[in-house]
């Protein structure tokens, strides 16, 4: 990555540390509302509501952080992480976890949340060249996707051995999520560090922006956007912590084996993110995003048919060695199809479709938890759903858009 800039290096440091301390507290998040006495229907309800809340606060930073500064708006959703998790940690009274919940920054998927990730792609999109976005959006996600394994791995462990010692289940819980508001603090430094390289270039010939901060770009990035919406739709029923707490329920696996679990997933699913680029250079970015996402959703459908833990990790296996191709060329194909002021909004508004596409359905997903007849009913929702976005996708786009698919592949 010798092409990356100072600026490259602190935003690749971010996604480190960022994402690891996601996935640091995914594994025993819903563990840990389960041991302050909530039901699986408020838990969901809590998933939900973090979801839609930091979509509506995402939403008014990520469309004008191009104006207000991509720096002050990296900082602010550090100083979020801190606060939902000062709250998390501090109260077990179900109004303030809900406040927490809705003002702060809480990933229940151990997958980006906030304003970062959008901001971060605009940033890289302005500091690298055209021909090279997509190799360096392929290593950001590998990046990305192997400190959330390394985080899943160590807060599985971290809270295991705290209960080893004698510490009770919730307050070695509460230690992980005391750890993950110290990396809020951690990540504003560090986006102090940053330089004015990274804030947005304005064109003086671009028309004036609508109040989404886009201009030539508003159709097509709705369009996108609402897509993208269905598939966050589709994923909110198996977010990671979701899916860790099946995987416990349904095999009594304890929290290390389940930090070991969604290590060697996320592991795949950064190996995968790079892979992308290799194939998107060959097939186009559409045909990358469609054609590896179905197989991969069919496997997710198989998980909760597997008689025993060993033949259900390998299937969650195999579907995280393909889930996340679609990834760097989704991104990039958002960065090359909008002006360059419009990459902070266009990535914006496409991720909040994003996150509240993802908000309404780990309520839902609670609720079939809650039910011994509706138990694996999240898997085959999600992987039904994501099946759909994927033809829908390839209508819409595969052919109108080919020349420039390939082109910003390369």
């Given amino acids: 990555m010798n092409c990356l800039s100072h600026d490259g290096y602190i935003l690749f440091a971010a996604r480190v540390i960022r ?25 969901g309800l809590i998933l939900s509501l973090a979801l839609i809340g930091d ?39 179900v109004a303030l976890l809900l406040l927490a919940a809705i003002i702060g920054v809480i990933s229940p998927s151990g997958y980006e949340v906030g304003p970062f990730l959008p901001v971060e792609q605009a940033a890289l999109s302005q500091i690298v060249l055209d021909e090279r976005r997509t190799h360096v959006f392929a290593w950001y996600n590998l990046a990305g996707s192997f400190a959330t394994a390394t985080g899943a791995l160590a807060g599985g462990i971290f809270s295991q051995i705290l209960q080893r010692i004698g510490i009770a289940p919730v307050n070695s819980y509460r230690a992980v999520v005391i750890v993950y508001g110290a990396i809020g603090l951690l990540l504003a430094l560090l986006f102090s560090r940053l330089s004015s390289s990274v804030e947005a270039v304005h064109s003086d010939a671009a028309p004036a922006p609508h109040r989404l901060g886009l201009h030539r770009s508003r159709s097509v990035i709705l369009k996108l956007s609402a897509l993208f919406g269905l598939d966050a739709f589709a994923g909110g029923f198996v977010v990671q912590s979701l899916v860790a707490y099946w995987f416990h329920v349904r095999f009594g696996v304890d929290p290390a084996a389940l930090g070991g679990i969604f290590f060697g997933a996320n592991i795949l699913a950064g190996i995968s993110a790079l892979a992308a680029a290799w194939v998107a250079a060959r097939i186009g970015l559409v045909n990358t995003m469609v054609f590896t996402h179905l197989p991969s959703n069919f496997l997710l459908m198989l998980i909760p048919l597997m008689p025993n833990l060993p033949l259900a990790t390998f299937v969650l296996f195999a579907r995280f060695s393909i889930s996340q191709m679609d990834v760097p060329p989704r991104q990039s194909y958002t960065m090359a199809i909008v002006a360059p002021d419009e990459r902070s909004a266009a990535a914006g508004v496409t991720g909040i479709a994003r996150s509240i596409g993802a908000a309404v359905s780990p309520a839902l997903a609670g609720a079939f938890l809650s039910s011994s007849a509706f138990f694996a009913a999240p898997f085959f929702v999600a992987g039904g759903l994501k099946v759909v976005y994927d033809l829908l996708l390839y209508r819409a786009f595969a052919s109108s858009h080919r020349t420039q698919t390939v082109q910003s592949a390369r």
């Fill in 55 to 93: 979509a509506a606060i995402s939403l008014w930073m990520t469309t004008n952080a191009d104006r207000l500064g991509r720096r002050k708006v990296l900082i602010i959703g550090a100083g979020l992480i801190l606060f939902a998790a000062a709250l998390f940690a501090l109260t077990d009274n």
């Fill in 19 to 43: 994402m690891f301390a996601y996935g640091f507290l995914s594994v025993v998040l819903v563990l840990y509302l389960a041991k302050l006495g909530l039901s699986g229907v408020l838990i």
